[in-house]
């Protein structure tokens, strides 16, 4: 049987601006949590004299844990970067190795980085981008604009997050800003 313990809601999601009418848990990640995770520590450290700014915040709607239920959340990479590498999340891998998960692209532009083993994939994301993350990949995403990137994730509540392998072995893959600032390039990392 399922659980039956949460009655049936809504919450409001402006499709423009990606803010949420109402959420449960905003969680607020910084230039400091992205220690051991960055191309340039050196520039890490540097920008953090001038203050432990957010890089990123989840405004996350609180539901069961358990299986059954699903998670869904709204993540704003604020747009900025540490040395020439464009903001971006921490990344996981999901503990439960049988979630998948769905993006969908709200505002501004960014690349979802996805790694399973040896293999990569890189999504461009925008408004009305729907991004498929099958179980078993590892997943990051970056803000590649000057404008906030706002995008909606939706995945078993179940799934569990798993940063330290992406601590041990990277996403393969690095997004940096190009010599005008303009654009991006994706190098191997
Ligand atoms: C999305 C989802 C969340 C995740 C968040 C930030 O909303 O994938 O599960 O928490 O992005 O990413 P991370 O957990 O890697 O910091
Ligand atoms: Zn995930």
Redesign the pocket.
Known sequence: MGDTTVIPFFVQLDLITGKLSSFSER?V?RLSDLRGLVADEVALRRELEHGDRIV?E?FKINVPPIQGHL?F???VIHPGKIGEEYHF????YHMNEQAA?I?IGVQGKGLLLMRSYNNFRVIEMQRGVLAYIPPGWG???VNVSHDPFV?L?I?PAD?G?D?ERIMREGMGKRVFATSNGQGYCIVDD
Not at 89 to 92: I, M, W
């Open positions: 969680v990640r990123y989840v998670f959340n709204v993540t999340t921490k990344g996981h998960e993006y997943h990051r995403s995008f994730s995945y799934a997050y940063y």
